[in-house]
């Protein structure tokens, strides 16, 4: 059984589950240019083949998902004969929630799908397509169409282990005092077994690979480390690490 689709909030940790996996999944990427102008005008040529452009560096990176949801179908936590129940909480991803130096933006949120997806960003965009009215008008199928800009994940997760979510993996309070190791020792984390971690994939009382990558995101800044740690650890089978083993998160690479 595939991992299923979830959203962290980075502000609060809250994650957001999908009901159902996307079929695909689609990627753009726009570079940073745009046509060179004077006074306003584009400047060309009846000589160029081409307008000539300024390359402004950047650009944005987008994914693209359509999502199904249907209270028909089994799995979700909320039980309601209203489809935008269980939307809703994807539509407030797109609200002007924080506050950022006197403007509202939306919050910053990491897609993850297993330990392969791991994609800071905010939703730009949402679209709602509603089925299978009751005769009251209350829609009970969805298909939600979603569009993420990638942005820069926070510079601390890439500079120190955060403790939030190993207290999140472990149950345990954050403490007051200074988390952060020597530069060069790895970081000692106890690994809990955590509700709903894998969909009953691996069994009870393991922790699932997409576990080992977001601990690799907090310490190296960089999800597709978890392969470092498991080496670090000597693990074989990702899917079959028992709940309350002690893990060495390696540091960021020198």
Not at 5 to 13: K, R, S
Not at 112 to 121: T, V
Request: some cysteine; hydrophobic content about 45%; charged content about 25%.
């Amino acid at each position: 059984m595939m991992n299923r689709v979830e959203f962290l909030i980075d502000a609060t940790g809250e994650r957001i589950g999908c009901l159902l996996n996307p079929a695909t999944v689609v990627m753009r990427r726009t570079a940073g240019l745009r046509p060179r102008k004077s006074a306003g005008l584009t400047v060309t040529g009846a000589g160029l083949a081409d307008d000539p452009l300024l390359f402004t560096g950047g650009g944005v990176t987008e994914l693209l998902l359509d999502l199904l949801f249907d209270v028909s179908i089994g799995g979700s936590t909320i039980r309601s004969e209203d489809v935008r129940d269980l939307t809703g909480p994807l539509w407030r991803l797109a609200e002007n929630a924080e506050v950022v130096e006197g403007y509202g933006r939306p919050p910053l949120v990491r897609f993850f799908w297993g330990s392969a997806w791991n994609f800071p960003a905010v939703v730009a965009a949402v679209a709602e397509r509603f089925e299978d009215f009751s005769e009251s008008g209350v829609p009970r199928r969805s298909w939600l169409r979603m569009r993420l800009v990638r942005v820069a994940a926070p510079k601390e997760s890439a500079s120190a282990m955060a403790v939030p979510l190993a207290a999140a993996l472990s149950g345990a309070a954050e403490p007051a005092g200074p988390a952060t190791p020597p530069e060069q020792e790895p970081v000692e984390v106890e690994l809990h077994e955590v509700e709903g971690a894998g969909d009953g994939a691996a069994g009870e009382g393991t922790a699932v690979p997409q576990y080992l990558g977001r601990l690799a995101d907090e310490a190296t800044g960089d999800a597709r480390e978890w392969r470092r740690i498991a080496d670090e650890n000597g693990i074989e089978d990702p899917l079959a690490i028992p709940a309350g083993a002690v893990l060495r998160i390696p540091r960021s690479r020198p």
